[in-house]
């Protein structure tokens, strides 16, 4: 127990001192996530809206793949993009294994399914009239969606947090497609993976403490957002 | 010029079918009223109208030509106001704003969306900028209504507008619909149980039940039991003793309809024969009403349970000297009733 | 709406701000042209890489990044042409790694030796024996002994330790644990469950560093030749891997091999104890 202890003053000295490991680590672990969450909302968005909108012949089947692959493990995840990735594999010419891009690639993969799956579920609760309205204003297609995805915005929200939170924590996808190479490709969590495998107890809980820092201030700011949209 | 022309339309949801129109014609700038019974089709035929889907078979002809939803024709002139108060979830002002900021059309929005709050009775300086969720249920549908007449829409379909509001805001969603008309000449279409709205505003009315459209009002619709009489016609039984014969329906039909216009009327004691007659009915005026031409008047009758409503000439009810509560007979051949 | 998009561009500014300032705390070498070792968990957890590659890119402008799993692994890694030059520690797998052509120019860069290490009480009595002994009193006496598991250099020592004692693998036996983890993860199982492992006599010493009171396991046996832990450096083929950076690669081994490296291998210590012996040999 005393090493829970240990982390916390551990915690504050790291970040107090500008750590540079722990300081390149916090910044591999942002680049990574940020990237794979701004891809996953391009992508995401419209997918989630199509699948929750529209009514067409293999919805159902379609909607319970995309709630399975809410349940990949992330080390399955990180070894298929291995296997992507590698340099005999079919993407291995882009060069992405062990780059931070790579990591965001897998990334991207395990927060796709989070943020259609709840995309479509706030455009499935939207209320019957809204389209009835958009429609009696004028809105065409486009418009519609648009409008349908600004009115359920706080669900949208819902889905970048939990997109967001389930990607700056997550560990097999960092270890197999990063490698965990220090300054490089060490993200927050692969660094306590390492530290706790070596012992170093009190470091993992430090580090902990650092990435729950990081998630609450992320999360801070979202709530500021949430209240004035 | 009719600005809505309808033939043969059949609408489904899925194996149901709700809608089953031969014929409607509506005239520009004329005031529609439609009624029936909850589930009878009226909010599907105000979304057909509205070009909000398409009939699963036929069309509908706007301004003489076949139309679809979305089409060019329809996206900026024909609205539909829903009977639940619905708001988006922005504020007023952005509300009654929306449609004119997808038509591009941006100039002087502070002061059109003000003219257009004062015609639905908001005060623009309290109101523009509350939110959604600081509105009753009466004013939402005020600034619901505000946004679609901002527009300045040619067809105004308003679905029980007056339902889930408070009588002020009834009032002024009356008045400023009529002002609609008044100002750019807008068709309105409204389904309403609102009786000031069918007795005062209307021009026409369309009767609407189980999808189909009844000419001659829902009063003269019959349901069973139907029994067999000793001299063997089939018939029903009121309460006061008094029979309906009825021909002998298809299979799995069971509503009869009476068409009054081909009923007679007459002052009781005339023919003393014909009181026991059996095919005529005995029963009192309940209403008179003058319709809006100035020449016809709806004359309601009470036949034991049933209200018939006939259209008579002025001066037939002078003649009559036809006033509530008086006595009248009404011949009618049972061969003129239709099943359902 | 306006100041939802104004909320919107701050939150943004200030996100790639902080990934902006957080990232000049990135190692300098970015570059491409960058060299990538695959090595062994008990190289990096001894921080003889931290220590010893930046005289190597001072010395020849190259950089190095290198990656930290198990054997197994690391030849898969060297296999798939996903590395350039591996530093391992399983000669037998080596050997057969350069027969099927993916590596070639093997050489034996350092050596240090394994021991058996358990608990100060000593329950089975082994110390000061011989490893088959040991390894006899440890099974008869039902006393935990934890394996890597994990087909690393370290386990394949270890398995073949059994099999020299005439005994066969305690696959199902409940005494035998195996972690499959690396060395200090499973220094540290063993030290929980009060037993015994064997471990490189350089992830031992770091064990011994980082429990800085008395650490709770000690080496017992030790010196037979059979314990020999030898390194070696072995560059992918170009034959095998196009993209390899081959030459490179070489002037890695080299230099490992060479006076410098080999110098800076013997001076690395902890607790005052030399963790590598340098045996390149010179042609």
């Known amino acids: 127990m005393d090493f829970i202890q240990e982390g916390f003053f551990q915690a504050v000295a790291l970040l107090r001192n500008r750590d540079p490991a722990t300081y390149s ?33 293999f919805k159902k089947q379609i909607r319970i793949v995309v709630d399975t692959l809410l349940s990949l493990p992330t080390v399955f995840i990180g070894l298929v993009v291995y296997a992507l990735l590698t340099r005999n594999g079919p993407l291995g010419e882009t060069g992405l294994l062990f780059t931070i891009p790579g990591i965001a690639v897998g990334q991207a993969i395990l927060a796709l399914p989070i943020v259609i799956a709840l995309t479509a579920t706030a455009v499935e609760a939207s209320d019957r009239n809204l389209r009835i309205t958009l429609m009696s204003l004028g809105a065409n297609r486009f418009q519609i ?85 | 010029m009719d600005i809505y022309q309808i033939q043969d339309i059949d609408h489904y949801y899925g194996d149901k079918q709700v809608l089953s129109i031969e014929d409607i014609s509506i005239p520009a700038a004329s005031i529609v009223g439609l009624i029936g019974p909850n589930g009878s089709g009226k909010s599907t035929l105000l979304k057909l109208l509205g070009f909000l889907e398409e009939p699963t078979y036929g069309a509908i002809s706007f301004k003489g030509k076949k139309t679809l939803p979305f089409s060019h024709e329809v996206r900026f002139t024909v609205t539909l106001l829903t009977q639940a108060p619905y708001l988006m979830r922005r504020s007023v002002f952005d509300n009654v704003v929306y449609g004119l900021k997808i038509r591009k059309d941006t100039k002087d929005l502070r002061s059109r969306v003000g003219r257009a709050l ?30 679609r007449l901002v527009l300045k829409p040619e067809v105004l379909l308003l679905d029980e507008p007056t339902a889930s509001v408070d009588a002020d805001s009834a009032r002024l969603i009356r008045k400023a619909s009529l002002q609609a008309r008044e100002e750019w000449g807008a068709t309105l279409v409204v389904a309403t149980h609102d009786w000031q709205w069918l007795y005062e505003t209307c021009d026409s009315v369309l009767h609407l039940l189980h999808g189909r459209l009844f000419k001659n009002g829902l009063g003269s619709a019959v349901y069973g039991p139907w029994k067999f009489g000793e001299e063997g016609f089939l018939h029903k039984e009121f309460e006061d003793g008094q029979v309906l014969v ?34 005529t009915l005995n029963g009192f005026v309940t209403r008179l009403f003058l319709e809006r031409n100035g020449d016809m008047v709806q004359v309601d009758i009470k036949v034991a349970v049933l209200v018939i409503t006939m259209r008579l000439a002025l001066d037939k009810v002078e003649e009559l000297k036809l006033y509530p509560g008086k006595k009248v007979s009404i011949a009618y051949d049972p061969r003129d009733i239709e099943w359902f | 709406m306006k100041k939802t998009v104004f909320m919107l561009v701050c939150l943004t500014t200030v996100l790639h701000g902080s990934i902006f300032f957080s990232g000049k705390f990135v190692h300098a070498a970015e570059t491409g042209g960058e060299l990538l070792l695959a090595t062994t968990t008990s190289t990096d957890n001894t921080g003889l890489l931290d220590y010893l590659m930046p005289s190597f890119t001072v010395k020849t402008g190259i950089g190095i990044r290198w990656i930290a799993t198990g054997t197994g692994k690391a030849l898969k890694l060297g296999e798939n042409c996903d590395v350039d030059i591996l530093l391992v520690h399983a000669p037998q797998a080596e050997i057969d790694f350069v027969d099927q052509g993916f590596g070639v120019d093997r050489q034996q860069i350092m050596y240090n030796d394994f021991v058996l ?83 490189d006599r350089g992830t031992y010493i770091k064990y011994e560093s980082i429990a800085e009171s008395k650490p709770a396991l000690v080496v017992l046996v030790e010196g037979d030749d059979v314990l020999l832990n030898q390194y070696s450096i072995i560059p992918i083929n170009l034959q095998h891997c196009a993209n390899v950076k081959y030459d490179k690669a070489q002037v890695l081994s080299s230099w490992m091999a060479g006076d410098e490296a080999q110098r800076l291998i013997g001076e690395f210590k902890l607790l005052g104890k030399q963790l590598f012996t340098p045996n390149a040999n010179r042609e």
């Open chain 2, 246 to 279: 009825v021909p002998t329906p298809e299979e799995g039909k069971k509503l009869a309809i009476l068409d009054p216009s081909r009923m007679k009327i007459s002052l009781p004691g005339e023919d003393p024969l014909l009181k026991w007659k059996i095919d």
């Open chain 2, 118 to 147: 004062d015609l639905v009775g908001l005060d623009p300086e309290d109101f523009a900028k509350r939110k959604w969720y600081e509105l009753s249920g009466g004013e939402a549908q005020r600034v619901a209504l505000a946004a």
């Open chain 3, 117 to 199: 290490i358990g608990p100060t009480e000593d329950p089975a009595k082994i110390r000061g024996k011989g490893v088959s002994p040991a390894l006899q009193a440890i099974k008869s006496s039902n006393t935990v002994f934890v394996s890597r598991g994990d087909n690393s250099g370290t386990n394949k020592k270890e398995r073949l330790l059994w099999k020299l004692a005439d005994m066969p693998i305690p696959e199902q036996e409940t005494w035998y644990r195996q972690s499959g983890q690396g060395m200090l993860a499973t220094i540290n199982v063993a030290a929980e469950l009060k037993g015994y492992t064997m471990a």
């Open chain 1, 145 to 229: 969606a648009k409008s349908t995805l600004w009115e359920v915005r706080l669900g949208l929200l819902a889905a970048a947090v939990t997109a967001t939170g389930r990607v700056l924590t997550e560990v097999g996808i960092s270890l197999m497609v990063g490698g965990n190479i220090k300054w490089h490709t060490r993200t927050i969590t692969t660094a306590i993976a390492l530290e706790t495998s070596k012992g170093e107890f009190g470091m993992g809980i430090a580090l902990g403490l650092v990435l729950l820092l990081i998630a609450l201030t992320v999360n801070i700011s979202l709530a500021g957002l949430r209240r004035r949209i």
């Open chain 1, 25 to 57: 680590a916090i910044s591999v672990t942002l680049r990574a996530s940020g990237m794979a969450m701004v891809v996953s909302l391009l992508l995401g968005l419209p997918l989630g809206y199509l699948l929750g909108y529209f009514d067409f012949r």
